[in-house]
């Protein structure tokens, strides 16, 4: 990992801008780093805990204290709670995560800070890792909250850097809004000096900090007030700039977030004549700024990625102005509200606002039909093994109702256990709506991770109301599907210091569940007898299948130095019925070209469930690694 902790100005390092977040924290003098993991800002919060366990492991005191917290709202309060004591804060989360703390974040734009705090919501364009692609611009609106957008790396190492600042001058959090694009980007970031951390601070007691209504009522006109000093601010600060390209015209363009790097490359590769106002601090927005701007020009192009949020608020400053401007952008049809920009979408509504031919060939597409190649289970992963055993008893029409984890990837052929999915915690949610509007059997999945983040409070509600459901809780000791982070299910923190572990059975226990069904999924018709009582159950039922994730087993192994089992196929034996494949669907099984199977040994990673699953038991241990 490359050291953010370095201390010298001026050096220069590549990093990816979730990196480069963290460091401008650290140059900040950040005190408190909390989050709920979640792709694209996983890596936020990873490296804060890769800084505290080397640190901590050669003895050193980190300066800062960071946590996985059981869920983003809970990561909020913590950091805020910091905050108010006088310290310097940062909570990342992915752009759904925003969603979860919102109760939090509304109420605590009334209230404000004392100390820095700034928030990191990750919005995912294009759905890579999300269930939705919400422009989390909206909040910034919606709470009345200072909001910055980085264009690259380097911007969002400064704007990480002066957003706990300006957060700490205003006495408000501010929100900084990244995209996947951005988190995930390389660049070179030039180091500036580090502050050092207040390490503790003081609570100093004040009635307005709780939110009764006479308190809220008192608030809110502060709160409006505070933005008008920060619309001041947004006036003059140099993440608000413009730039000249060629000779200035009468067409000009707006952009923010990481459309700013297209718009500025991309005009000077087609020798655009015409000026870029970048905006950086985007709420609130710099209406004198943007006024000056629109007057200088004829056409504004606007470029924007998701919701036409720069786009309307331009409109209107142009209406209450009276400026005889034309805005371009999406509700012309020059870009779409879909899905993240690249090159080439702005390249067409460059040439088409600049009335000049495309000089790009459109990129050849091949005529060769490409194999799909979706996410998968791994070989040996004990979530395929759950579902294998599941699905030979439910019966058909059963409703599986998924969540956010690996587990989602059951969706697909052959398994085909996912039928309904909301948010995270909703699996269960749903599954007692189910159990109210139909007499069909339903049982629904969680992983551990999701069961601490929300899947207690509809457990919750299935005993009160003695739904007729089985829960499933899929425990791999982990948060796997964004990197392995620990939870209140692990023995660790992400400091890496002991942590007291939550066994996810005693808490179910706890709610009220009297029937629980605790199983290892590697033993696959154990697993299937007890989902079988389960369902004949009448109420409320859990199943925990408990199995380390195939990586972390492995991971065990390798440093315990004990040997992983590689099976293969007798084809002596073997009938073809694939029901390995068509069945079970672990990849490291594959068809041969006269259509015999086989398993790859450079997959199998020893679990040994393919033998449980041959009817006419032709797979056998072959060999050890």
Same mark, same amino acid.
């Given at each position: 990992m490359t050291d953010l902790t370095d201390p010298t100005p001026g050096t220069t390092r590549l990093l990816l801008g979730n990196e480069a977040i963290v460091r401008?924290?650290?140059?900040?003098?950040?005190?408190?780093?909390?989050?709920?993991?979640?792709? !694209?800002?996983?890596?936020?919060?990873?490296?804060?805990?890769?800084?505290?366990? =080397?640190?901590?492991?050669?003895?050193?005191? *980190?300066?800062?204290?960071?946590?996985?917290?059981?869920?983003?709202?809970?990561?909020?309060?913590?950091?805020?709670?910091?905050?108010? =004591?006088? #310290?310097?804060?940062?909570?990342?989360?992915?752009?759904?995560?925003?969603?979860?703390a919102s109760d939090t974040f509304m109420t605590y734009m009334y209230v404000g800070c004392r100390g820095g705090h700034l928030i990191v919501s990750a919005d995912d364009p294009y759905c890579h890792s999300s269930q939705n692609e919400q422009d989390n611009r909206y909040y910034a609106l919606f709470a009345g909250a200072p909001m910055l957008e980085p264009a690259t790396p380097q911007e969002a190492k400064d704007m990480a850097?002066?957003?706990?600042?300006?957060?700490?001058?205003?006495?408000?959090?501010?929100l900084m809004r990244t995209t996947t694009r951005l988190n995930h980007a390389r660049g070179p970031v030039v180091y500036g000096p580090l502050t050092p951390p207040r390490r503790k601070g003081t609570f100093v007691k004040d009635p307005m900090l709780v939110t009764v209504p006479a308190t809220a009522r008192a608030k809110h006109p502060e709160l409006l007030k505070t933005l008008e000093k920060a619309e001041q601010i947004a006036e003059t600060s140099p993440f608000n700039s413009i730039l000249t390209i060629?000779?200035?015209?009468?067409?000009?363009?707006?952009a923010s977030g990481v459309s700013v790097a297209y718009v500025k490359e991309l005009a000077m590769d087609l020798k655009l004549n015409t000026r870029i106002l970048?905006?950086?601090?985007?709420? !609130?927005?710099?209406?004198?700024?943007?006024?000056?701007?629109?007057?200088?020009?004829?056409?504004?192009?606007?470029?924007?990625?998701?919701?036409?949020?720069?786009?309307?608020?331009?409109?209107?400053?142009?209406?209450?102005?009276? #400026?005889?401007?034309?805005?371009?952008?999406?509700?012309?049809?020059?870009?779409?509200? #879909?899905?993240?920009?690249?090159?080439?979408?702005?390249?067409?509504?460059?040439?088409?606002?600049?009335n000049i031919k495309n000089p790009y060939p459109t990129p050849?597409?091949? &005529?060769? *039909?490409? +194999? &799909?190649? *979706?996410?998968? #289970?791994?070989?040996?992963?004990?979530?395929?093994?759950?579902?294998?055993?599941?699905?030979?008893?439910? *019966?058909?029409?059963?409703?599986?109702?998924?969540?956010?984890? @690996?587990?989602?990837?059951?969706?697909?052929?052959?398994?085909?256990?996912?039928?309904?999915?909301?948010?995270?915690?909703?699996? =269960?949610?749903?599954?007692?709506?189910?159990a109210v509007a139909t007499d069909q059997k339903i049982i629904s999945f969680m992983g551990?991770?999701?069961?601490?983040? &929300?899947?207690?409070?509809?457990?919750?509600?299935?005993?009160?109301?003695?739904?007729n459901v089985v829960i499933t809780i899929l425990d791999n000791r982990t948060t796997a599907m964004t990197g392995h982070q620990p939870h209140p299910g692990t023995d660790t923190d992400g400091m890496g210091r002991k942590a007291t572990k939550i066994n996810v059975e005693d808490v179910v226990k706890g709610l009220g569940v009297? $029937?629980?069904?605790?199983?290892?999924?590697?033993?696959?018709?154990?697993?299937?007898?007890?989902?079988?009582?389960?369902?004949?159950?009448?109420? +409320?039922?859990?199943?925990? &299948?408990?199995? +380390?994730?195939?990586?972390?087993?492995?991971?065990?192994?390798?440093?315990?130095?004990?040997?992983?089992?590689?099976?293969?196929?007798?084809?002596?034996?073997?009938?073809r019925c694939k029901t390995?494949?068509?069945?079970?669907?672990?990849?490291?099984?594959?068809?041969?070209? $006269?259509?015999?199977?086989?398993?790859? +040994?450079?997959? @199998?990673?020893?679990?040994?469930?393919?033998?449980?699953?041959?009817?006419?038991?032709?797979?056998h241990q072959e060999a050890k690694t």
């Open positions: 401008g924290a650290l140059e900040a003098g950040v005190d408190i780093a909390t989050t709920y993991p979640g792709t !694209p800002a996983t890596e936020i919060a990873d490296t804060f805990s890769a800084i505290a366990k =080397a640190k901590l492991k050669a003895g050193q005191d *980190p300066g800062f204290y960071m946590e996985y917290a059981v869920n983003e709202k809970v990561a909020l309060e913590i950091a805020a709670a910091g905050s108010f =004591a006088g #310290l310097r804060a940062l909570t990342s989360m992915k752009h759904v995560g925003l969603n979860v850097k002066a957003g706990i600042e300006l957060s700490e001058q205003l006495k408000l959090p501010v060629g000779t200035p015209s009468d067409i000009g363009i707006i970048k905006l950086g601090m985007t709420n !609130p927005l710099p209406r004198k700024l943007c006024a000056d701007f629109l007057k200088a020009h004829k056409t504004i192009l606007v470029v924007e990625e998701l919701e036409p949020i720069l786009e309307n608020q331009l409109k209107t400053i142009a209406y209450d102005h009276h #400026l005889p401007v034309t805005i371009l952008g999406k509700s012309t049809g020059h870009f779409t509200r #879909l899905y993240e920009y690249t090159p080439d979408i702005v390249t067409n509504a460059l040439c088409k606002t600049f050849k597409t091949s &005529s060769l *039909p490409l +194999p &799909s190649r *979706p996410p998968s #289970l791994c070989p040996g992963c004990p979530h395929r093994a759950t579902y294998y055993a599941v699905k030979k008893i439910a *019966p058909k029409d059963t409703i599986y109702p998924t969540d956010i984890g @690996c587990y989602t990837l059951g969706k697909a052929k052959p398994l085909e256990m996912a039928d309904v999915l909301l948010c995270m915690g909703s699996n =269960a949610g749903t599954a007692c709506g189910f551990d991770s999701t069961f601490f983040h &929300s899947g207690i409070p509809p457990i919750i509600d299935a005993v009160h109301h003695q739904h009297t $029937d629980i069904h605790v199983v290892d999924p590697n033993n696959i018709k154990a697993t299937s007898d007890e989902f079988a009582k389960a369902l004949a159950f009448k109420g +409320p039922s859990v199943v925990v &299948s408990k199995s +380390p994730c195939i990586l972390l087993e492995l991971a065990r192994k390798r440093k315990a130095q004990e040997s992983v089992n590689i099976y293969a196929i007798d084809q002596s034996v073997c009938k390995c494949i068509g069945r079970f669907g672990c990849p490291a099984l594959y068809f041969a070209e $006269d259509d015999s199977v086989h398993i790859d +040994p450079t997959q @199998c990673n020893g679990c040994g469930n393919c033998v449980q699953v041959c009817p006419f038991k032709a797979i």
